[in-house]
């Protein structure tokens, strides 16, 4: 319990709103890392998982090559590539991609694989071109499912973001690695509430969206 209100005093410190090391500044690096790793990893993800949806070709590829992605050590490989490529945001963002594409691509296909195969034959019938019935019908339908899938990768993202501190980089993981080296344990674990609250908020949004994009049902 003293530890816990020692990381809560640490956490609304003064000094702790300010500076390239305050929480703000931490807390958006942390941000960046996640969004532009999610944004990169949807527009690889989301269009292969539409069409193995919609053709139900390539989704045993598909779930062969995730499961894969997911049993890579993101230490390990994030270690890899800083030795290969430098200290850089590149190595961090590669491996968030790596780990975010799974859930994207499980998301996008069975999002379009979960609609009602009556409902596509009826668009069908009615002389909608195959890119229609995946544009008008499929993925509206799917997005819940979609929306789902990004959820489960940016909660992923937002834990493992924290392995960008371990090559030099920012972000919340910062106060992780230095309070864990400079046995400071109340700004180790400040840093691990962080990222908590961060990743529940995410979870709160991500909710909120895929109840606003499901359809209602009668």
Same mark, same amino acid.
Do not use: C
């Given at each position: 319990?003293?530890?816990?209100?020692?990381?809560?005093?640490?956490?609304?410190?003064?000094?702790?709103?300010?500076?390239?090391?305050?929480?703000?500044?931490?807390?958006?690096?942390?941000?960046?890392?996640?969004?532009?790793?999610?944004?990169?990893?949807?527009?690889?993800?989301?269009?292969?998982?539409?069409?193995?949806?919609?053709?139900?070709?390539?989704?045993?590829?598909?779930?062969?090559?995730?499961?894969?992605?997911?049993?890579?050590?993101?230490?390990?490989?994030?270690?890899?590539?800083?030795?290969?490529?430098?200290?850089?945001?590149?190595?961090?963002?590669?491996?968030?991609?790596?780990?975010?594409?799974?859930? *994207? =691509?499980?998301?996008?296909? !069975?999002? %379009?694989?979960?609609?009602?195969? +009556?409902? @596509?034959?009826?668009?069908? $019938? #009615?002389?909608?071109?195959?890119?229609?019935?995946?544009?008008?019908?499929?993925?509206?339908?799917?997005?819940?499912?979609?929306?789902?899938?990004?959820?489960?990768?940016?909660?992923?993202?937002?834990?493992?973001?924290?392995?960008?501190?371990?090559?030099?980089?920012?972000?919340?993981?910062?106060?992780?690695?230095?309070?864990?080296?400079?046995?400071?344990?109340?700004?180790?674990?400040?840093?691990? *509430? =962080?990222?908590?609250?961060? !990743?529940? %908020?995410?979870?709160?949004?991500? +909710?909120? @969206?895929?109840?606003?994009? $499901? #359809?209602?049902?009668?």
């Amino acid at each position: 319990m003293t530890l816990f209100m020692e990381a809560l005093a640490w956490l609304f410190a003064p000094e702790q709103r300010m500076g390239v090391n305050g929480i703000p500044n931490r807390l958006a690096e942390h941000l960046g890392y996640t969004a532009l790793s999610l944004l990169i990893a949807a527009v690889i993800a989301i269009p292969i998982g539409w069409l193995i949806g919609h053709t139900g070709r390539g989704r045993q590829l598909a779930i062969g090559l995730s499961g894969a992605a997911r049993a890579l050590p993101s230490l390990g490989l994030i270690t890899i590539l800083a030795l290969l490529m430098g200290l850089s945001e590149v190595p961090a963002l590669i491996v968030l991609v790596v780990l975010a594409i799974p859930s *994207i =691509l499980a998301g996008a296909y !069975a999002g %379009v694989e979960a609609v009602d195969p +009556s409902t @596509v034959d009826a668009a069908r $019938a #009615v002389g909608m071109t195959e890119w229609q019935v995946l544009g008008k019908v499929e993925i509206p339908l799917g997005l819940p499912i979609l929306i789902g899938g990004l959820r489960n990768a940016a909660l992923q993202v937002v834990a493992t973001a924290t392995l960008a501190a371990y090559i030099g980089l920012g972000g919340l993981g910062r106060y992780i690695f230095s309070g864990l080296s400079t046995r400071n344990f109340e700004v180790m674990l400040g840093g691990a *509430i =962080l990222v908590a609250v961060l !990743a529940l %908020v995410l979870e709160g949004v991500f +909710s909120l @969206v895929q109840r606003m994009v $499901a #359809v209602p049902t009668r």
